[in-house]
T-cell receptor, first 117, second 112 residues
Framework: DGGITQSPKYLFRKEGQNVTLSCEQN?????MYWYRQDPGQGLRLIYY???????QKGDIAEGYSVSREKKESFPLTVTSAQKNPTAFYLC????????????????FGSGTQLSVL | GEDVEQSLFLSVREGDSSVINCTYT??????LYWYKQEPGAGLQLLTY?????DMKQDQRLTVLLNKKDKHLSLRIADTQTGDSAIYFC????????????FGTGTQLKVEL
């Protein structure tokens, strides 16, 4: 079955540590996204990528980094510069992305809950 | 910045109708969406409405759009326990390309 897989489901970070969240999709989608979800707030866009080897900052990119070396994979690294990393992180994909067809459907993974030790 | 606002909580009895409300920011938004998030999971697209429509019905779901007041609502008829989830509205504001702006989410609790 096609879909988006995020791992791990739960992750703990020690102070000063970088951690990487995995996101893999087998939908053959060009575009991939990372969102952060905090209780009582909407989803906020961290980074997005519309094509392999290219990505752009979203609204809250500071303290995060990404790579897009393969179409299927869009890992997110939460660096030690992110001072408030505790949140639920959601990865999504779509066929074409922001410059594609308007009304493009986003497909979401099941999320990773990141907590600070 | 732009804020899409929703009530945080809604509680209904099983079998009743639920109405989830959303106030969005950009009157020139082209599409408006409703996504559902079950506990510990990602979001799923429930339905959407194009901005030149006032209403869209899809089985138990009815979307109403009031462009003058920038108000969007989702009505769920005959609400079931499986409808318990967080519901997010989202818009594509003018100049945002195809970039979605999500609301704060409404937690719907269905009681027996």
């Amino acid at each position: 079955d096609g879909g988006i897989t995020q791992s791990p489901k739960y992750l703990f970070r020690k102070e000063g540590q970088n951690v990487t969240l995995s996101c893999e999709q087998n939908l053959n989608h060009d575009a991939m996204y990372w969102y952060r979800q905090d209780p009582g707030q909407g989803l906020r866009l961290i980074y997005y990528s519309q094509i392999v080897n290219d990505f752009q900052k979203g609204d809250i990119a500071e303290g995060y980094s990404v790579s897009r070396e393969k179409k299927e994979s869009f890992p997110l690294t939460v660096t030690s510069a992110q001072k408030n990393p505790t949140a639920f992180y959601l990865c999504a994909s779509s066929i074409k992305g922001f410059t594609g067809i308007i009304n493009e459907k986003l497909f979401f993974g099941s999320g990773t809950q990141l907590s600070v030790l | 910045g732009e804020d899409v606002e929703q009530s945080l909580f809604l509680s209904v009895r099983e079998g009743d109708s639920s109405v989830i409300n959303c106030t969005y920011t950009d009157s020139s938004s082209t599409y408006l969406y409703w996504y559902k998030q079950e506990p510990g999971a990602g979001l799923q697209l429930l339905t959407y409405i194009f901005s030149n429509m006032d209403m869209k019905q899809d089985q138990r779901l009815t979307v109403l759009l009031n462009k003058k007041d920038k108000h969007l609502s989702l009505r769920i008829a005959d609400t079931q326990t499986g409808d318990s989830a967080i519901y997010f509205c989202a818009e594509i504001p003018r100049g945002g390309g195809n970039k979605l702006t999500f609301g704060t989410g409404t937690q719907l609790k269905v009681e027996l």
